[in-house]
């Protein structure tokens, strides 16, 4: 049985039995037409996942900064209980020793999951995966890599987290090939791409946004299953503007869409969810019908990965589009603290954008 999960043709496979095996496929894994399903939020959704992979595959492995208790926004609750401490432990605080152990394990064929407190902090393990993880297989012409490694980093904005606890540096290593990086929107979407990118056969940076652990619930089956990686899914249709975005920045794009459409503008909202490689085709087919294409993030404007997206589609669609191409993003600014609300990218700055890229 096939069922669509993005539009234009693209279509997700239902593959039966294979996640409990040591298949790393990136394909959508489900045993039952209506599987059983509870309401998690996004923190439980990511806990839930962590388990599934410890207990189908002997050789996967948790750790981190205060793993073994939980970590701070407890995703790693009851792993050490269940599984041991020999496979769910803590580290020193030292992210670029995080990183390099892991990538050791991942190339000795196990399943390094680590943890990066915060995404904030990722900078120190920067070489550890832009010169190390990132070429492992290349420099070896396939002989060794790290593909069994998955970094996991909470993100973003969180209301109160200034400087140092709500960054977005997705961009700097969507800028490395070698890596693929991944932000999910939603408890369901977090589970499944968790999953996807622990058994990826390359090394995962996978981002989660801490803004929704707590506030973003949702059904979410309880079975193990995976969500293809590198495939957009449009979550709205519409005619008359695409917009593109990841992670938590959905919920306000489509609140903006939302009051849009009681001014009479049709948005069709797409979620990137694998931002490398990023689905170009997708985003490609919306433009071209709708010609319009509003980008937002919560990274700053300037270097962040809405620019590669907006060169892509007018390289691609430069004679469909009947306006130039918007960003909604944050500011060229260090993340404030009192002044956060007006950094972000807002529902009503979205709207706007929209306002005037329809009526270029």
Not at 1 to 6: F, I, K, Q, R, W
Not at 140 to 146: M, T
Not at 181 to 197: C, D, F, T, Y
Request: proline share 6%; glycine share 8%; net charge neutral.
């Amino acid at each position: 049985m096939a069922t669509g999960l993005t539009r234009f043709g693209r279509r997700m496979r239902w593959v039966p039995s294979v996640c409990n095996g040591r298949q790393f496929s990136t394909s959508f894994c489900d045993k039952d037409h209506n599987p059983p399903a509870k309401s998690f939020n996004l923190y439980t959704a990511i806990n839930q996942a962590l388990h599934i992979a410890l207990e189908t595959d002997s050789r996967a492995y948790v750790f981190g900064e205060d793993v073994g208790f939980g970590g701070v926004f407890r995703c790693t609750t009851g792993l050490a209980d269940r599984f041991g401490k020999t496979r769910v432990f803590n580290t020193p605080l030292c992210e670029q020793g995080i990183v390099g152990f892991a990538i050791g394990l991942a190339a000795m064929g196990n399943r390094a999951i680590a943890e990066i407190q915060f995404a904030d902090y990722i900078f120190p393990a920067f070489d550890q995966l832009v010169n190390e993880a990132a070429k492992f297989r290349y420099r070896s012409g396939n002989q060794f890599n790290c593909g069994g490694l998955t970094v996991r980093a909470p993100y973003g904005a969180v209301g109160h987290g200034a400087l140092y606890h709500s960054q977005s540096p997705e961009a700097f290593f969507c800028h490395v090939p070698g890596l693929k990086v991944v932000i999910p929107r939603s408890p369901r979407e977090a589970k499944g791409l968790l999953l996807s990118s622990i058994r990826d056969p390359n090394p995962v940076v996978f981002f989660e946004p801490k803004w929704l652990y707590r506030l973003s619930v949702e059904e979410v089956p309880e079975h193990d299953y995976m969500l293809p990686l590198s495939e957009a899914q449009v979550i709205r249709e519409g005619s008359d503007i695409t917009l593109v975005g990841w992670g938590a920045q959905l919920s306000i794009i489509e609140q903006a869409c939302i009051d849009a459409e009681k001014e009479g503008i049709s948005c069709e909202l797409i979620d990137l969810k694998t931002l490398i490689p990023w689905d170009k085709e997708t985003v490609e087919a919306s433009v071209r019908k709708t010609g319009r294409l509003l980008i937002s993030h919560e990274a700053p404007v300037t270097g962040g990965f809405g620019a590669e997206i907006a060169a892509s589609i007018v390289e691609r669609c430069f004679l469909r589009l009947e306006a130039p191409v918007a960003r909604v993003c944050g500011l060229d600014t260090p993340f404030p603290l009192v002044f956060e609300p007006l950094y972000m990218p807002t529902k009503n700055k979205v709207l706007d954008s929209i306002k005037s890229t329809v009526n270029y």
